[in-house]
């Protein structure tokens, strides 16, 4: 049964269609090979009827020529009349032959036997005469008359018997033909209900094992779309369908991450968006309570709200780049351009945050970096995103590893951190959108997701790639390469 559960549907039907056929065809074999030989046995039966009769027409002619000739030598003492007399004796042997060699059909042994000693008898009588005629003896002529008289009556007796007995044993051979064609009949309506009943058997039982799958993908689908995810399809079916249970179970998953991502994204982009407005509004509530105060704590409150605007900026625009990134339509200005002007700039953006934790940057510049082509402003974006990753993470005092160095076809940079380090199933989800790796949740790192994914389409648009290795409890190696 196990084994039937991966035959596919074609299979299946081919498998259903060939027994329906088969049993079909076995019906059709009987009924006709039946009727054959009722057909054989009736054709067999009438000519072995008309040959006994025809026998019995040649022996009643034959044995009427004899006793003509018999009579006619009896009167006329002529031998020509006696040599006709054996003439036809031998023909009327000759049909007794004849009608003994298809008895058997009839069971009329008894019968034939019966007229042969009669024949017998009869032309023993008439050779007897013939002697006394011969010999010029008188005999006795009335008793050889009447003795002759008796055995023809009997003989003619006997072949009407025989015609009556051949008629008899035809109809009892018809009544038994029509007795098995009855039985052949009712065999036959078994038969064919039996395969009726195994068709639909048959038929039902792989219409069941395609459908019944099928109805329950059918309410797991109804299930999908109430928004209810979980129980994934478990199916004993064919092949195909099973392809398709899988291919449920992976979209069902799909989206529940889906949805899960939804809810982590508004989450985050609740607090990313809300904190930079909540700021926004209350240095505006001191400017409007507090018009007063001094001109530097007015410096002071602005400064506060343009970085939250600034912030605030910067999360819509990441937003914009990755949409136009994921829809193929943001242009990138290619040109052969040094690195290393690159990642200083980049270290001195994040140099006054990772000052104020006692972070510094380890650099490993090892061998000569050639000018490659990358797009720069698109590419300082990676490098952004990377090193401030790595401050984020990191705890205060220290030290983040830069390196940069000659690759095969190209060029490496890396980013070392001393993090809480990424378990293995999240170091593919990290790269996509609104993601976090459950380290950087349980520490406490807020973010919107959106960097890595973000740099991961830029370095992908470059042609290169990134990569990240790392264990738990022990930082985090971001690797990019770039091709030359």
């Not at 038994?176 to 009855?182: E, I, K, V, Y």
């Not at 459908?211 to 064919?238: H, W």
């Not at 400064?303 to 605030?312: A, G, H, N, P, W």
């Amino acid at each position: 049964m196990g084994s039937f559960v991966k035959v596919n549907v074609l299979t299946r039907l081919i498998i259903g269609f060939s027994a329906l056929f088969v049993i079909t065809t076995s019906v059709s074999v009987y009924s006709i090979l039946k009727l054959k030989h009722f057909n054989r046995a009736s054709v067999q039966m009438l000519q072995a009827g008309d040959r006994m009769l025809g026998y019995k027409d040649q022996l009643s002619d034959s044995l009427l020529s004899e006793i003509t000739y018999e009579k006619k030598f009896v009167i006329t003492k002529d031998n020509m009349f006696y040599d006709r007399f054996v003439e036809a004796g031998k023909e009327f042997a000759l049909s007794l032959r004849g009608a003994a060699d298809i008895t058997d059909t009839f069971g009329s042994k008894e019968l034939l036997d019966s007229i042969a000693r009669g024949h017998a008898r009869y032309v023993a009588l008439v050779g007897e005469e013939r002697s006394y005629i011969r010999s010029g003896k008188p005999y006795r002529f009335d008793r050889y008359k009447a003795e002759k008289e008796t055995v023809v009556d009997a003989m003619i007796k006997d072949i009407k018997r025989l015609e009556s007995y051949v008629a008899s044993n035809t109809k009892t051979e018809i009544e038994g033909l029509a007795r098995s064609g009855t039985g052949a009949l009712r065999t036959a309506l078994i038969m064919a209900l039996l395969s009726l009943f195994l068709g639909v058997v048959i038929a039902g039982g792989i219409t069941h094992s395609i459908t019944k799958p099928l109805s329950v993908i059918k309410k797991k689908t109804r299930e999908i779309a109430r928004g209810e995810f979980d129980n994934p399809l478990k199916l004993s079916s064919p092949p195909e369908i099973e392809e398709l249970a899988h291919a449920l179970n992976t979209m069902s998953k799909q989206l529940a991450e889906t949805e899960k991502v939804k809810s982590e994204f508004f989450a985050l982009m609740t607090h990313e968006l809300r904190t930079p407005l909540a700021s926004m509004k209350a240095g505006l509530i001191l400017l409007q309570k507090h018009s007063e105060r001094g001109e530097h704590e007015r410096q002071k409150v602005l400064t506060i709200m343009s970085q939250e605007c600034d912030r605030l900026i910067q999360q819509v625009n990441s937003l914009l780049d990755l949409s136009k990134m994921e829809a193929g339509i943001i242009d990138l200005d290619i040109g052969f351009h040094d690195i290393k002007p690159l990642m200083k700039k980049a270290i001195a953006e994040i140099k006054p945050l990772s000052t104020s934790r006692n972070i510094f940057f380890e650099l490993d510049y090892s061998g000569k970096i050639s000018p490659v082509r990358m797009d720069p402003e698109r590419l300082l974006q990676v490098v952004r995103n990377i090193l401030g990753n790595a401050v984020k993470f990191s705890p205060n005092g220290c030290t983040i590893k830069i390196s940069l160095k000659p690759a095969s076809g190209g060029f490496e940079f890396s980013v070392t951190d001393s993090g809480p380090g990424i378990p293995k199933e999240d170091r593919a989800a990290i790269f996509d959108k609104y993601r976090q790796a459950e380290t950087a949740v349980q520490a406490g790192a807020k973010g919107t997701g959106l960097g890595l994914a973000l740099a991961k389409h830029i370095v992908d648009a470059h042609g290169g790639k990134i990569w990240v290795e790392s264990e738990p409890g022990k930082g985090s190696t971001f690797t990019v390469f770039l091709p030359g």
